[in-house]
């Protein structure tokens, strides 16, 4: 059973420009959430989507970021017009519909360089 | 806001030495998590923890939570090398729904020959 996948797994873009992070959670998984770390800090969490719907995006800047969990395919997370504060590592994790212990899976991340 | 502090934030201890890890929360809550990260990896759940005075163990590491002093502890027994890296505790505060993690700002554990 694959774990949460995550891609790329490093990007690299100039301020101004779009990033787009993927995440397809593990098989089973319907609960996919959303944490960004900045350096020498913990996970902070972003948002938490179920398929088409956004259940929880308090800890989403107002601005710039958006995110989706669509019917088909990896839930993405969009940043445009990026800037250097944006750097940082975005984790997803997932758990299962019956979410029991509501222990989170988390993939290997994405690392954001904002040139 | 739910706070989750940790201490230390930085740990140098020799092999074969013990130390413990605090975890400090705090509001309410019965559920907590222990994660493990690599430099420049993901999380590796280590405990789940979900009731007051739960403990679990696993190689040279104990976990336990106190959920009236809001206190979980992380233990090393015996520290080797292989368990250089920076841990975190995580907080689901109570409640239905409840599926936002807190995260402290982790111990970078360094352990020296």
């Known amino acids: 059973n694959a774990g949460v996948m995550q891609n790329p797994r490093h990007l690299v873009r100039r301020r101004g420009q779009e990033a787009r992070l993927r995440c397809s959670p593990m098989?089973?998984?319907?609960?996919v959430y959303w944490y960004r770390q900045l350096p020498e800090e913990g996970l902070k969490f972003m948002v938490y989507?179920?398929?088409?719907?956004?259940?929880?995006e308090s800890g989403m800047p107002k601005e710039r970021f958006s995110a989706e969990f669509p019917k088909e395919g990896p839930s993405i997370l969009r940043i445009q017009q990026v800037v250097r504060g944006d750097s940082a590592a975005y984790f997803c994790?997932?758990?299962?519909?019956?979410?029991?212990?509501?222990?989170?899976?988390f993939g290997p991340g994405t690392r954001l360089t904002v040139t | 806001e739910l706070k989750v502090e940790q201490n230390p934030l930085f740990l140098s201890m020799q092999e074969g030495k013990n130390y413990t890890i605090y975890c400090n929360y705090s509001?309410?809550?019965?559920?907590l998590y222990w994660y493990r990260q690599d430099p420049g990896k993901s999380l590796e759940s280590l405990f789940v923890?979900?009731?007051?005075?739960a403990v679990k163990q696993e190689g040279r590491l104990m976990a336990s939570l106190d959920t009236k002093a809001r206190l979980s502890t992380l233990h090393i027994t015996a520290a080797v090398h292989d368990l250089s890296a920076t841990y975190f505790c995580?907080?689901?505060?109570?409640?239905?729904?409840?599926?936002?993690?807190?995260f402290g700002k982790g111990t970078k554990l360094s352990v020296i020959p």
């Open positions: 509001t309410t809550s019965d559920r």
């Open positions: 995580a907080v689901d505060p109570s409640g239905a729904g409840s599926y936002q993690l807190t």
């Open positions: 098989k089973g998984h319907s609960h």
């Open positions: 994790a997932s758990s299962p519909l019956d979410r029991g212990t509501y222990e989170q899976y």
């Open positions: 923890l979900l009731s007051n005075g």
């Open positions: 989507l179920q398929k088409e719907n956004i259940i929880d």
